[in-house]
């Protein structure tokens, strides 16, 4: 049975930084197409980035620059490391992914939200 957990959500001034992690089981997160995604109160899903094995990462424009996104085989865990976080990075986020087969298929962060597995979701609140 696939399962994401995530962590490292909390509060955090405008600037500052948080680490996000998503435990992985149930299947090996290299051989996965691997995502992040957000949703704050009121507003649709956003994907924010997309990593699959031997692809090139793919950010939002809104995070790019900001956000790095990465995998750790040996721990199957993925990350979202996020740097110079700003009050509209508020949200829920999730991780998320999709079998490694259908990966370069519409390689995009805005199919990030429809993957077919995904986590309960980690609370980030950025203060100003």
């Known amino acids: 049975q696939v399962q994401l957990t995530e962590s490292g959500g909390g509060s955090v001034q405008s600037g500052g930084s948080l680490k996000l992690s998503c435990a992985v089981s149930?299947?090996?997160?290299?051989?996965?197409?691997m995502g992040w995604f957000r949703q704050a109160p009121g507003k649709q899903r956003e994907g924010v980035a997309v990593?699959?094995?031997?692809?090139?990462?793919r950010y939002a424009d809104s995070v790019k620059g900001r956000f790095t996104i990465s995998v750790d085989a040996a721990k199957n865990t993925l990350y979202l490391q996020m740097n110079n976080l700003k009050p509209e990075d508020t949200a829920t986020y999730y991780c998320?992914?999709?079998?490694?087969?259908?990966?370069?298929?519409?390689?995009?962060?805005?199919?990030?939200?429809?993957?077919?597995?995904r986590g309960q979701g980690t609370q980030v609140t950025v203060s100003s």
């Open positions: 990593l699959g094995n031997n692809i090139m990462p």
């Open positions: 998320a992914a999709r079998s490694a087969s259908v990966c370069r298929a519409n390689y995009s962060t805005t199919r990030v939200p429809a993957f077919a597995f």
């Open positions: 149930g299947f090996t997160s290299n051989t996965y197409c």
